[in-house]
């Protein structure tokens, strides 16, 4: 029986990863994130956790440890938030590159200038091409529940996962979270098997320079370019979305809690008002949308678990039958619109569901986001759009223009 303790996210997250028997911890501070790792070195210190602890000088030695730590056949693990995630953006690229299973929590934080320490997803988003799968969670059980999952999936993959959640909306809020026995832990997540192992029996060039073009290797094999290697990464991207659904059902399983798709969904059944959104807000949304029902509008959300890859069939099924798509989001992509609204139009693209989508923009540097303030603008969209006006555009949610 699973053993239920209240808990902030932060302590949920190490909590998953000494379940996962990780080896090797990469620790740098940087708030809201700090906490996380030093709970860690407390399962460390104590001998709860087999693991080397690493402090290093930044945030970008700590992905470079991790990708060091992991080619060599550890299974290894590190947090950031904000800048640190910003520094490490080099390191992204080069674990996601090199095929590494790392998994990395960002516990999101909003990024300067100006500064600020509060919440929102910029962070994360903003790296979104890097070539790492991205998992957004709604509370602090899926935050245990991801971290857990992450390595199954990032170690069959192998591609690194980052599990993102919302710096002190969950980071530092306790909740109750059901703790999974060890032993069915592991029976969940085998051993690490790395695809790399260094051998000074058998030395060999890891990441060396690489030609545009095909090449003959000094054994005469004909070996992969630069392009074919990034085929490979988007090929294995493309393919871990049925790893993810496939590694849902199977913790279910073990937990009875089901992730069996890459979103989630709130009495969407009979919905015709479908709101959406990545992590903490789309939770609060589901407190907007039974409000809205009380009087008498048909709203549901579709909150999306799994950023990227993106997952185009969950989305097309999820608002197959949606006559109006409110996006809420704590991001922007400068110049246009939110991240996650423009691939959700994409998805949509060309299978005839050509409803208006609402986008907001809200609770960016950690403005708060409150169920009514959700409420009132769903009611404003919908009577903009029975008045016929412009049925896409971008609204900046509680912002003084």
Known sequence: MDNVQIMTGNTAAAIAAKLCNIQVVAAYPITPQT??????????????????????????????????????????????????????????????GSRLPIVMCCVNRGVGAPWSIFNDQQDSVAQRDTGWIQIYCRDNQEILDSVIQAYRIAEEVYAPVMVCYDGFVLSHTM????????????????????????SVENPY?????????????????????????????????????????????????????????????????????ILTGMGSIAMEATAAVDQLRKDGVKAGVAGIRVFRPFPVNDVRKAFSKAQTIIVLEKDISYGYEGALCSDIKAALYGTGINVPVHNF?????????????????????????AAGKESNKTIWLNCRK
Not at 206 to 215: D, E, G, K, Q
Not at 257 to 270: A, G, I, P, V
Not at 363 to 370: A, F, H, Q, S
Request: overall charge negative; glycine content about 6%.
């Open 175 to 198: 909740m109750p979270v059901s703790i999974p026995d060890q032993k069915a832990v592991n029976s969940f997540l085998p051993p690490y098997k790395p695809h790399t192992v260094l």
């Open 35 to 96: 906490s996380l790792t030093e709970t860690l070195s407390q399962f460390i210190e104590s001998g709860e956790l087999k693991a080397e602890y690493v402090r290093v000088e930044s945030e970008h030695s700590a992905l470079t440890v991790c990708i060091s730590a992991s080619t060599v056949g550890a299974r290894v693990f590190t947090s950031t938030s904000s800048h640190g995630l910003l520094y490490m953006h080099e390191q992204l690229h080069w674990a996601a």
């Open 361 to 385: 923009i809200a609770g960016l540097g950690g403005r708060d986001v409150k169920v009514r303030e959700i409420f009132e603008a769903v009611q404003q969209s919908l009577q903009e759009i």
């Open 205 to 273: 060039n890891i990441n060396p320079v690489i030609f545009p073009w095909l090449r003959e290797n000094a054994e005469g094999i004909i070996c992969d370019g630069y392009m074919e290697m990034r085929y490979k990464l988007q090929k294995a991207l493309d393919c871990a979305r049925e790893v993810i659904v496939a590694t849902g059902k199977k913790y279910a399983k073990l937990t009875g809690r089901n992730y069996d798709e890459m979103l989630w969904r709130y009495k969407t059944d009979d919905a015709q008002i």
